[in-house]
């Protein structure tokens, strides 16, 4: 609990506007010490500031406050903690998520537009840093928690982007859902010897490749696509998110922007069925941090 001055302070408001809110709205809803001085909930405050930020409008902000309590993690909950580099917090607000939604849910709705949040144009920050690492620490702990592979169709993702790039985070994502989904699942870069990608090829013999993580040059993909293909002549070529330029005589299917909707158009492909991800199910409390 809080007195009101340290309310009003979180809410960027006076207490006198506090005030006003309580008779008008019936919310946030104080409770009194013993000495009669006004007690609010912290979590009812923050989801009220969460609100404000998301809403702008504070009649919105009261209903949707109402609406979630200090239940549902949410983008904006999870990217003020990664700004202020507060891991546990991060964490905390993943697990949550994880009891309110699937997996592939938290890292679309949550996790991904967090980070992104802490991006800003041509300029590198800290605070983007962290968050891009964390992200990245976090989804690796969620590979590792995914069962086997259960279906005989492999994928090779090839990733094009760097460190601290968003479009890594997006490549990693869809490789941690075609894992669950039971796919035998190789992210690899583009940099790899053509010997040495024969041998990965060999040995994983995929029935699609996934070219992701930003632009790669025509001459790259050329040498990717030829190299593949003199292994597996039927294998599909897919792009993710805009990696091959339009020149509007590429072959290469084209997967969008969502690795949800990426993952499900894969298996479409491979198998003839969409994905069935459950809504709730990977909880991993102490994964998050990993």
Not at 65 to 91: I, N, T
Request: net charge neutral; with cysteine; hydrophobic share 40%.
């Amino acid at each position: 609990m809080i007195r009101i001055n340290g309310a009003a302070s979180m809410l960027g408001v006076s207490t006198n506007t506090l005030r006003g809110w309580e008779r008008r709205y019936g919310f946030p809803r104080p409770q009194r010490s013993s000495g009669g001085h006004r007690q609010y909930s912290l979590e009812e405050i923050e989801a009220l500031r969460q609100a404000l930020a998301e809403t702008g409008n504070v009649s919105s902000a009261v209903a949707l406050a109402r609406q979630r309590g200090s239940a549902p993690s949410s983008s904006p909950r999870l990217a003020d903690a990664l700004r202020a580099f507060d891991e546990g917090a991060a964490d905390r607000l993943l697990e949550e998520s994880l009891a309110l939604r699937s997996l592939e849910r938290t890292i679309e709705e949550v996790l991904l537009p967090a980070v992104a949040a802490q991006q800003e144009p041509e300029r590198p920050t800290a605070e983007f840093e962290f968050a891009w690492r964390h992200a990245t620490a976090w989804l690796s702990a969620m590979k590792r928690l995914a069962p086997p592979a259960s279906r005989r169709e492999g994928v090779l993702i090839f990733d094009s982007s760097g460190v601290c790039d968003l479009e890594s985070l997006h490549s990693q994502a869809l490789e941690v859902m075609l894992r669950r989904s039971g796919l035998r699942t190789l992210l690899l870069t583009p940099g790899i010897d053509n010997g040495r990608l024969g041998r990965a090829l060999r040995a994983l013999e995929p029935d699609a490749v996934v070219l992701a993580g930003g632009g790669l040059a025509l001459e790259a993909i050329g040498r990717i696509v030829y190299a593949i293909r003199a292994v597996r002549p039927a294998v599909h070529v897919l792009d993710f998110r805009t990696t091959v330029p339009d020149t509007g005589l590429s072959t290469i299917t084209r997967l969008g922007d969502s690795p949800t909707a990426a993952r499900e158009a894969i298996l479409e492909l491979l198998t003839g069925r969409r994905a069935q991800a459950p809504e709730t199910g990977l909880s991993a409390p102490g994964a998050a941090g990993a």
